[in-house]
Antibody, heavy 122, light 113 residues
């Protein structure tokens, strides 16, 4: 069974940094792209970032470009999201999701983890 | 990139059929046959229901079907059941000059009366 378990969320002040992790199991991790998707309180889903199977290609949503960095360690079956210069509007539940392809382009998301909560507040 | 437009809510009685629309632009829904649909029960992980516009993953009921016409994609739930009550989101690949980009819909709350 495919499992994705996010961790690393918490309460952080505006302008600070935070690193999220996603531990994957139940599939050949380095065969698939991975993505981060978030949901702000009372809002809809927003794609945050994606990374190809071999880390060769990454992409970001406009609202996080230049502030967030997605990475992966295939030896550890782990996905990461390093978040810098956090803003109040980054407050959200952050989900890790497995892609259906090796490339993060032309993809869809299945399955998803349960999410980790990030709250940015002074 | 603007969110795809979905109705805020749709309701139906058990056994009825409902359709959720998802309207984008020629730059996303209209350009790619890459719309996916997700069911989200509060407090749980979102679940893929449809991919590539009309394909169902293994294990998803055939009561769920997807289609697309021009810039609008649709999700139809037939034989509505109580467990179908949830939020539903469409998502489209939106191309990009920087490798990849995706846009989600605004979300639709489905209520089973």
């Amino acid at each position: 069974e495919v499992q994705l378990v996010e961790s690393g969320g918490g309460l952080v002040q505006p302008g600070r940094s935070l690193r999220l992790s996603c531990a994957a199991s139940g599939f050949t991790f380095d065969d698939f792209a991975m993505h981060w998707v978030r949901q702000a309180p009372g809002q809809g889903l927003e794609w945050v970032a994606g990374i190809s199977w071999n880390t060769g290609s990454v992409a970001y949503g406009d609202s996080v470009k230049g502030r967030f960095t997605i990475s992966r360690d295939n030896a550890k079956n782990s996905l990461y999201l390093q978040m810098y210069s956090l803003r109040v509007e980054d407050t959200a539940l952050y989900y890790c999701a497995k892609g259906a392809r090796g490339a993060a382009a032309f993809d869809w998301f299945d399955p998803w983890g349960q999410g980790t909560q990030v709250t940015v507040s002074s | 990139q603007s969110a795809l437009t979905q109705p805020a809510s749709v309701s139906g009685s058990p056994g009825q059929s409902i359709t959720i629309s998802c309207t984008g632009t020629s730059g996303d829904v209209g350009s790619y046959n890459l719309v996916s649909w997700y069911q989200h029960h509060p407090g749980k992980a979102p679940k893929l229901m449809i991919y590539e516009g009309s394909k169902r993953p293994s294990g998803v009921s055939n009561r769920f079907s997807g289609s697309k016409s021009d810039n609008t994609a649709s999700l139809t739930i037939s034989g509505l059941q109580a467990e179908d009550e949830a939020d539903y989101y469409c998502c489209s690949y939106a191309g990009s000059s920087t490798y990849a980009n995706y846009v989600f819909g605004t979300g639709t709350k489905v209520t089973v009366l």
